[in-house]
């Protein structure tokens, strides 16, 4: 077993009055050790023996104190005294007896009042803590282990074992170092992780390799600098909210797409059912067709188009509520017609000779009734008479065709005419019908009138018996002129009594007493005119036996109602109407057959979808385009006669067109019908951004291969209601620097197309300017 002396020496020197200092044993918490030296004992198999010998000196005054329990834990040391007042010597003898010399000076300092005047018990505890340590040593050494048998080579001085930075562990006969050291007795500095196998340690300092940082190097570097729009977190830059891209230089999407889309070149692409720059808009379904504006996922239909997503053709007023909307066309209930069933039907459609107004016919001149299936009578016969067929049957007193002139009593006995209801009477004619008869001459006084007529005395004759009389006075047959008979033709004879025929008849009859009775087909005196048959049933007049039929009448009789141009030879007349043959319409069948519902279903900036109805099979459909503005070339092609729809392609984007089609049946063509519709446009593509200051922003998109007039770029402050910068740029351009700019603003950019003062679909993007410089 080891053993320990310890001698004190104590130099007690008066002071001027002459005080002896004692010894006093004093506990001290901590244990200062000056330096840490190498030995090599020289016999491993006898014990170890540490001898310590202390000289403290204390400095000759009698106001001297050690003050070791200062509060603020004051150092003894003097200001001006080297870095360690303490010194230990150590001798090494053959019998491994250590001897430790410590010279140990109390500083002037630590002296100066008499009162509370310390004593040197601090010193002491300090030396009582070190004997503790060294035992700790000795029962160590002592123990039969591996770690002691052998020859003991390690760090002995006058701090604890393990260079006071660790344990000594029995069980490993080594020092258990604390975090930050290394080594058999913790003397060199570690490095926290062994830096991570990402570095190498230099004096207790990691230094990392390329692509590592950190106090231990667990911290992977990014490839490039993140700059101020992010940081860098294992290895990869978490850019700042707008910003991406490996070094966050790029623009981020607005709003981040909002969570509903990917952000790809600083554009939005959005999930179903999203839309908008920022994905922030809703979907309307199918586009709205293009027959609309979609407004946060809800179809605003343009006029003429109805439903979810304006599909269905809107019918005109909704039909006014008396028919059922079918792709667009009313189908009205009964008793209502029209475009949009708001107008009264009338009785078999006024039977096409009238025109119906709020459910009444209105008939055209010559025709009445409720539904015009009767023939009028001019002047409605002037209400004095009734309408029979289209002819007046006057009421008593009344006559004419409108029944408008009053009649004469007996019809003047077709002996006068009839003016306002008085005769007029023949000369031999009077009385108020003209009925009696008057006598030339009075008769001469040869006669006596009788009914007009001279009864002439014997041996007169004439008129008014102003003539010799001739036998039997010529039989009324002929004249007596001078006694003698000059027979009324027909007759013959010396009194003229015998009859002959005119023209014996010319063949067509046979003459009895004088008269033709004229053979079937002829009339006159002499049949010499040929009869009509049926008297052209008061319809037309005869000529030369042949019925000229009044207009609107045909047939030998003039019995059957004619059609218009004879139905142009494609259809067929029943009872005055045309039934025209497929693919011919009109009232006498001249017209072919047109398209209707001429429908615009697809535009592009170079095409257009046509689509159009006709119940009619026709050969052929012809197509023509042609700009609507002054000086364009009007172009066509052929559709066949089975199909009802078209593509029209290679157009100009841009252009408004006058598109028509006409129907085509055996190389006649039909009205057509029309549209008028303008190409789309095409949006600028490649809009980007470079050279970004405080001010001024230029901005780059790529040229188009299709004429137009002109660009519009417009900057937008999107901060500021009317901070808005308009450019027109020419067809040329394809980059532009925007001056004026306000620093640290973000603005909303829009390029579009313009031609024709029309402008195209815009393409947006947004930039922020740079803050201003800071003025130092």
Not at 351 to 359: A, E, L
Not at 520 to 529: K, L, R, T
Not at 696 to 721: A, C, H, M, Y
Request: charge should be negative; hydrophobic fraction near 25%; charged fraction near 20%.
């Amino acid at each position: 077993s080891g053993r320990v002396c310890l001698v004190l020496a104590t130099l007690m020197i008066l002071n001027h009055a002459g005080l002896v200092k004692k010894m006093i044993r004093h506990r001290r918490e901590d244990l200062t050790i000056p330096g840490i030296h190498n030995i090599t004992l020289p016999t491993s198999s006898q014990p170890l023996v540490f001898n310590h010998v202390y000289n403290i000196k204390v400095p000759g005054s009698s106001l001297c104190s050690a003050n070791l329990d200062s509060p603020a834990g004051s150092d003894l040391e003097q200001k001006d005294a080297p870095s360690s007042s303490e010194v230990t010597d150590h001798t090494l003898d053959s019998s491994n007896q250590i001897v430790f010399t410590h010279r140990i000076n109390i500083p002037k300092q630590a002296c100066g009042c008499t009162e509370g005047l310390p004593d040197l018990k601090e010193l002491l505890n300090r030396l009582e803590m070190l004997e503790g340590e060294v035992s700790t040593l000795r029962e160590q050494c002592a123990t039969e282990t591996t770690c002691c048998s052998a020859q003991a080579t390690g760090a002995i001085g006058t701090k604890p074992y393990c260079n006071g930075r660790g344990n000594y562990s029995t069980d490993t006969c080594g020092c258990i170092c604390e975090p930050g050291w290394k080594g058999p007795n913790c003397t060199v500095p570690d490095c926290p992780r062994d830096c991570s196998d990402q570095g190498r340690c230099a004096n207790g300092k990691c230094e990392c390799f390329d692509g590592f940082m950190g106090e231990d190097c667990s911290v992977e570097t990014c490839p490039v600098d993140c700059g101020e729009n992010g940081r860098c977190v294992n290895g990869v830059c978490v850019c700042n909210e707008g910003f991406s891209g490996d070094d966050c230089t790029e623009t981020d999407c607005l709003n981040n797409c909002l969570g509903r889309g990917s952000c790809i070149d600083s554009e939005c692409v959005c999930d179903e059912p999203w839309t908008g720059f920022d994905c922030s808009e809703l979907i309307c379904p199918h586009d709205c067709y293009d027959r609309g504006r979609c407004g946060n996922g809800t179809c605003y239909c343009d006029k003429g188009f109805t439903g979810e997503d304006c599909g269905t053709i809107a019918c005109p007023n909704d039909c006014s509520g008396r028919g059922f909307c079918i792709d667009g066309r009313c189908v009205c209930i009964a008793g209502y017609s029209g475009e949009d069933c708001s107008s009264l039907t009338c009785p078999n459609d006024c039977k096409q000779r009238g025109r119906c107004f709020n459910g009444v016919c209105i008939c055209e001149i010559g025709y009445f009734g409720e539904d015009c299936g009767k023939l009028s009578c001019p002047n409605n016969c002037n209400g004095r008479g009734r309408c029979i067929d289209g002819h007046c049957e006057c009421d008593v007193g009344f006559q004419g065709h409108d029944c408008s002139e009053f009649s004469c009593p007996n019809n003047c006995n077709n002996r006068g005419r009839c003016d306002n209801g008085q005769c007029v009477c023949e000369e031999g004619f009077g009385g108020e019908d003209c009925s009696i008869k008057t006598c030339l001459s009075d008769c001469y006084g040869r006669g006596q009138c009788v009914d007009g007529k001279c009864v002439c005395f014997a041996d007169f004759t004439g008129g008014d018996c102003s003539e010799l009389s001739c036998p039997s006075n010529c039989l009324n047959r002929g004249r007596c002129i001078a006694g003698q008979c000059v027979c009324d033709e027909g007759f013959t004879g010396e009194d003229c009594g015998q009859r002959k025929c005119h023209n014996d008849c010319l063949g067509r009859g046979r003459c009895v007493e004088g008269q033709c009775v004229c053979q079937e087909g002829f009339e006159g005196p002499d049949c010499s005119v040929p009869t009509c048959p049926g008297n052209c049933n008061n319809r037309g007049r005869c000529l030369n036996g042949k019925c000229v039929c009044d207009k609107g009448f045909v047939g030998d009789a003039c019995g059957e109602r004619s059609c218009p141009n004879d139905c142009s030879g494609v259809g067929q007349c029943l009872d005055g109407r045309c039934v025209c043959d497929e693919g011919h319409i009109g009232e006498d069948c001249s017209e072919v057959s047109p398209p209707e519902d001429l429908t615009v279903t697809d535009v592009t900036t170079e095409k257009v979808n046509l689509t159009w109805k006709n119940e009619m099979l026709v050969t052929e459909y012809l197509v023509t385009y042609i700009p609507t503005s002054p000086g364009g070339l009007q172009l066509d092609f052929r559709v066949p006669g089975d199909r009802t729809s078209a593509t029209v392609s290679e157009l100009e984007p841009g252009i408004e067109y006058l598109i028509n089609v006409y129907a085509v049946l055996n190389n006649k063509k039909s009205v057509p019908v029309s549209a008028r519709v303008a190409t789309y446009l095409p949006q600028p593509e490649g809009l980007k951004f470079k050279s970004i200051s405080d001010t001024s922003v230029e901005v780059l998109w790529d040229q188009l291969n299709v004429p137009f007039d002109g660009w519009e770029l417009i900057f937008r402050n999107t901060k500021e209601e009317n901070g808005k910068i308009v450019n027109n740029l020419t067809p040329s351009q394809t980059n532009f620097e925007q001056p004026g700019l306000g620093p640290g603003q973000e603005y909303e950019v829009t390029l579009s197309v313009i031609k024709n003062d029309t402008r195209g679909p815009g393409t947006n993007s947004t930039v922020v300017t740079s803050n201003a410089p800071s003025l130092k």
